[in-house]
């Protein structure tokens, strides 16, 4: 099993971020969390706080809005899973998640296994005006049954990196940790030529940068409704 491999984390500065209703990519160097544990790795983007609405019902990083719509709000984690569940039990009528404030992830593995859950049940994500998604975040995004990005939503990627301290460019293509997220990517719709792209774009800066751009940019990768 791999060890803990902790690098600094700070915070993405307001100003550093895109336009976000424009087709604009701005590539800015960050210090980013990268943690490898035995549940899986770290991966997110920190930025300046949203405003994050209360709900009717808290279930970890979600908010359960009404009966059929719940907010995503905080960084996933190895509970995240298991959390969606207890809250469409509770609240079974749930088709949409509003994609408000996400950071990422603190364990990959989880978050794909989330993703993967909210396909499944065939749940749509919105990122409205002022979300914002970023790193780990991503990939729940592209769980959606329809994909929904407003003009002024961002997102924001960048290059997973393990506790040695390589990357994705640093693997064979078709290595095993490459292909985990290629294969998730095609589970979530898109064709493999599209889901090698998609990937390579979320990879084509370092991880300790991000690339930002916003719902219009999104929209040349995947489908968007």
């Known amino acids: 099993m791999r060890r803990i491999a902790a690098f600094a984390l700070a915070l993405i500065a307001l100003t550093g971020a895109p336009a976000a209703a424009q087709v604009v990519t701005v590539t800015e160097t960050t210090e980013v969390t990268y943690e490898v544990v035995d549940s899986g790795s770290e991966r997110l983007v920190a930025a300046a706080p949203a405003d994050v609405p ?55 593995r989880a978050n794909l296994r989330l993703g993967r859950m909210i396909r499944a049940r065939g749940i749509s994500t919105h990122v409205p005006a002022g979300g914002s998604v970023r790193s780990g975040g991503v990939e729940l995004f592209l769980a959606g049954k329809t994909r929904i990005a407003d003009p002024g939503s961002e997102f924001a990627v960048h290059s997973w990196a393990d506790e040695d301290g390589r990357e994705s460019k640093d693997y064979a293509p078709d290595a095993p940790e490459n292909r985990a997220y290629i294969t998730y990517y095609e589970e979530m719709g898109l064709p493999e030529p ?32």
Not at 195 to 224: C, D, I
Request: proline share 7%; hydrophobic share 45%.
């Open 54 to 108: 209360r709900g009717v019902a808290r279930f970890g990083p979600f908010r359960v809005l009404d009966p059929g719509r719940a907010a995503l709000v905080d960084v996933t984690d190895e509970a995240s899973p298991a959390q969606f569940q207890a809250m469409l039990r509770a609240y079974p009528g749930i088709a949409l998640i509003e994609m408000i404030e996400c950071p990422g992830t603190y364990d990959d």
């Open 194 to 225: 599209q889901a090698r792209a998609f990937y390579a774009m979320t990879n084509s800066v370092p991880n300790a940068q991000a690339k930002w751009f916003g719902a219009a940019e999104m929209g040349h990768w995947v489908t968007l409704n």
